[in-house]
């Protein structure tokens, strides 16, 4: 029986540690710490995908908030559902170290999972809202090339112009998309 925790923030300039400490601190019999920094919208997550491997029959989950495991309910439900199954329970902190696989913690489970999908609809929406002011107000530039895609694509424009290379060849020599170089190609005229 393994006792396992999972940490996980949407961005890099967020801090998972906080979380980590935090649950280590309330469950110190915790052998094993996953840490997540990538969005709740997909159970696709490099650590989630390792910790899911490891887990089995009679382990605990010890995560800061249902929202951690993802915001989108029925993914989130599912992978309960998965964890029941396998007799693995799962502690969400914040909900007074309730294991939300027991029969009051799936009443509370379905309700908090639905309130992270609706928050993460309410963020997306305000994000719209405000990308639609901004190009109103002819501030919004819509999202930026890496400066190291950037750099590709001019020198594939080079190679093109040159005739040094035609285009599909020199996007294969520097690994740029035709759809990323065709972007970059829009919104560098």
């Not at 997540?36 to 159970?43: E, N, V």
């Not at 693995?88 to 509370?108: A, E, F, N, P, Y």
């Not at 309130?115 to 997306?124: F, H």
């Amino acid at each position: 029986m393994t006792h396992i925790i999972y940490s996980r923030v949407s961005t890099l300039e967020q801090n998972a540690q906080q979380q980590t400490d935090l649950l280590i601190k309330a469950y110190p019999q915790a052998e094993t710490i996953f840490e997540d920094y990538f969005t709740g919208k997909t159970l696709e997550r490099a650590e989630f995908s390792k910790m899911r491997e490891q887990l089995k029959s009679g382990d605990t989950l010890y995560v800061y908030d249902i929202s951690r495991i993802g915001r989108d309910t029925t993914q989130v439900l599912e992978f309960t559902k998965e964890l029941e199954d396998n007799d693995i329970k799962l502690v969400v902190h914040t909900l007074g170290g309730i294991d939300v696989t027991s029969s009051h913690g799936k009443m509370i489970m379905t309700v908090l999972a639905s309130v992270a999908t609706m928050q993460r609809e309410e963020m997306l929406e305000k994000q719209a809202i405000g990308i639609e002011r901004a190009k109103e107000e002819g501030l919004y530039k819509g999202r930026q090339a890496n400066p190291e895609t950037a750099i590709k694509c001019q020198e594939v424009l080079e190679l093109v112009t040159a005739k040094t290379l035609k285009l599909p060849e020199a996007l294969k020599a520097k690994g740029i998309s035709r759809p990323t170089y065709y972007r970059w190609k829009a919104s560098n005229k």
